[in-house]
C-alpha cells in the first residue's frame, strides 16, 4: 500500500467518525449536569444544616446560663443569638422563617413522656429541649422534584438538650 493510500484511507475514517464526540456530548452532558448541579445543591444544604446546628448549640448555651441582655427579655436574647449566627447565611437563608420550641423539664427521663415538660426556657436546674427549623427552599426545580416536598422544600430542623446552670 503506497503512501497516498494510507493517508486516503485514513481521511475516510477521518470524516466518518466527525460529529462523533459532539454526539457522545450531547448523551453524558444531560447526566454530568444534572450531578453537578446536585453536588452544588446538596452541599448548600450541608451548609445550611451544619450552620443550624451551630446556631443552636450557641443558643442554647447562652440560654442555659439565665444571660440576659440589658432591655430584653432571655427569650429575645436567645432569638437575637440565633438571628446573628444564622444571619452570616443571609442571601440564602431568611432569618424571618427560623422557627424555636423550647420545652423545659424536670430531668431527663421526662423527656418526650406524655403530659410532661413545660413551654420556655425553663429555670435553674431544669433540662430543656430546644428545637429549631428552617423550611430550606431548594433552588433547582429538577433536583427539588427528586429531594424536596411538593414545594420543593426540605425542612432543616435541628434539636439540642442542656441542662440550665444554677443561676439565681
Do not use: C
Not at 449566627?85 to 423539664?105: H, R, W
Not at 426556657?121 to 431544669?126: I, S
Request: net charge neutral.
Amino acid at each position: 500500500m503506497s503512501l497516498f493510500q494510507k493517508i486516503r484511507l485514513f481521511s475516510e475514517r477521518h470524516r466518518a467518525s466527525k460529529g462523533t464526540t459532539a454526539i457522545e456530548f450531547a448523551l453524558i452532558a444531560p447526566t454530568f449536569f444534572l450531578l453537578f448541579i446536585g453536588l452544588v445543591e446538596i452541599s448548600l444544604i450541608m451548609l445550611a444544616q451544619n450552620l443550624l446546628e451551630n446556631a443552636t448549640f450557641n443558643a442554647s448555651r447562652m440560654a442555659k446560663t439565665g444571660y440576659v441582655v440589658n432591655g430584653e427579655t432571655q427569650m429575645q436574647t436567645v432569638i437575637g443569638v440565633l438571628d446573628t449566627e444564622l444571619g452570616s447565611l443571609a442571601p440564602l437563608l431568611d432569618v424571618g422563617k427560623i422557627t424555636m420550641t423550647s420545652t423545659a423539664y424536670g430531668n431527663l427521663s421526662q423527656i418526650g413522656q406524655p403530659g410532661q415538660g413545660t413551654t420556655g426556657l425553663g429555670t435553674a436546674q431544669q433540662v430543656v429541649v430546644y428545637t429549631v427549623s428552617y423550611p430550606w427552599q431548594i433552588f433547582t426545580p429538577i433536583i427539588s422534584t427528586i429531594i424536596g416536598d411538593d414545594n420543593g422544600i426540605i425542612t432543616l430542623t435541628s434539636r439540642i438538650v442542656v441542662r440550665n446552670e444554677p443561676y439565681n
